[in-house]
């Protein structure tokens, strides 16, 4: 132990970090008008409430027989004659008495009809006065029939503000006659990472690697995170471990962006240059969360736009976007839902190294219902976030035995 040593700042609790980091998270004013096709995964500016009922008028969701009830009671098994033919998209007119009609799926039930009876339990028989059917029973009020409204009531709110748009829900707005859609605009940022060992596929061959060189991998992660959440990304690529280029890189990233996102540099060693660059330049707080993997992590502001710096180490990057980054960029598009959720599943393994930070293990849902550990919980092991489907959200100082109940939050609900 380094007696000289100040004593360390007490690690920041999960919760906490993303509470106070949501709190810088201003919802961006500027909103849009974009196409329903092209409205999905952004988040809705404003409610649309529906200006008709869905569906528009009662119809069948059956092909059979538009039939009045009563009249099949006293046909008492007699046939009754076809007395019309309603297609999806035509309009009947009112069923004359004793008589039913021929419906298909979507088309609106006639006046004086109160039930349809699917075509397979009628018989049919045609004669040149007309077709007849006979009925296997008697059928039920209302059955087969979708009701005028059962989906959505006229003047219902159906799509609200701080929604994220879902393939879904673009077809519900699709659904009210809405062809545009208003979203927030999108959140504009800066990725670079930082590092000197650093080198690019496709610049440098596998055989060519100097010593201590390695590929870089969160900057292919990272830009495509980003995109999936809606943001545009301008990649500034690789800024060498230099004060006055991480000073550079952060100028221009601070111009015209909501945010710049950086890797690497993030801890306090000689080559972590980050915090002296954001600090000459605007504010920044470092902080230690207490999780594992991921702990260094660092908010600040650079000229107006936003700064988070993410650790190097590629799963610890990996999984502090997913836990961090990833609701601040929805709360920055005013996504009021941003919780991750998770669900109870049993571990099919042990975690006998209980840590004491909450700990995010990479884990394979396998066909047995249970979770699979990856064997390799480092945090520079990117094969375990590939082979993993999820991670388990582990309370800090929790020992798991094969069996029991543990959270498990799943990557593809994380990465949509
Ligand atoms: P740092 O946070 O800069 O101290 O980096 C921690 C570890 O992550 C080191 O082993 C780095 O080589 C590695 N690392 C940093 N940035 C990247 C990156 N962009 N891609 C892959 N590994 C990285
Ligand atoms: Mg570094």
Aim: glycine share 10%.
């Amino acid at each position: 132990m380094n007696a000289l040593r100040p004593p360390r700042a007490p690690l920041k609790p999960l919760d906490d970090a993303l509470i106070e980091l949501l709190g810088f998270a201003t919802a961006l004013s500027a909103v849009e008008w974009v196409s329903t096709f092209d409205a999905d995964g952004r988040a809705l500016a404003q409610d649309f409430v529906s200006g008709l009922q869905v569906p528009p008028q009662d119809n069948s969701s059956m092909d059979g027989y538009a039939v009045r009830r009563a009249d099949v009671v006293q046909a008492n098994g007699q046939a009754l004659s076809v007395s019309q033919r309603i297609a999806a998209g035509t309009a009947g007119t009112e069923l004359a008495p004793m008589t039913v009609a021929r419906i298909f799926t979507g088309a609106p039930i006639p006046a004086g009809a109160d039930a349809v009876v699917m075509q397979e339990d009628c018989e049919l028989t045609k004669t040149d006065t007309g077709d007849t059917v006979r009925l296997a029973g008697v059928p039920d009020l209302g059955q087969w029939i979708r009701r005028a409204g059962e989906d959505v009531t006229q003047g219902a709110v159906v799509l609200s503000k701080g929604e994220r748009l879902t393939p879904a829900s673009i077809g519900l707005a699709a659904s009210i006659g809405l062809h545009r859609l208003s979203v927030v605009r999108r959140p504009k940022v800066a990725l670079f990472s930082t590092g000197d060992e650093l080198v690019m596929p496709g610049d440098v061959a596998p055989e060519a690697m100097k010593p201590g060189a390695i590929y870089n991998s969160n900057r292919f992660f990272l830009r495509s995170l980003l995109v999936r959440l809606g943001c545009e990304v301008t990649d500034l690529g690789i800024v060498p471990d230099r004060l006055d280029a991480t000073q550079d890189a952060l100028r221009a990233a601070a111009q015209d962006h909501d945010l710049i996102l950086t890797s690497g540099g993030v801890s306090v060693g000689e080559e972590d240059h980050i915090k002296p660059a954001v600090q000459s330049l605007g504010s920044l707080d470092l902080w230690q969360i207490a999780i594992k993997p991921g702990k260094p992590f660092a908010y600040g502001k650079v000229q107006g736009a936003h700064f988070i710096g993410l650790p190097g180490n590629p799963v610890s990057s990996f999984v502090t976007f997913l836990l961090l980054v990833r609701p601040f960029l929805l709360r920055l598009q005013g996504v009021s839902d941003v919780a991750m959720k998770s669900v109870a599943i049993p571990a099919h393994f042990t975690w006998a190294r209980a840590d004491k930070r909450r700990e995010f293990l990479r884990v394979h849902r396998n066909a047995a219902g249970g979770l699979d550990l990856f064997s390799n919980q480092s945090s520079g092991v990117l094969t375990s976030a590939v082979w993993g489907d999820g991670l388990v959200d582990n309370p800090a100082g929790q020992v798991i035995q094969a069996g029991d109940m543990v959270r498990f939050i799943s990557f593809s609900e994380l990465l949509a």
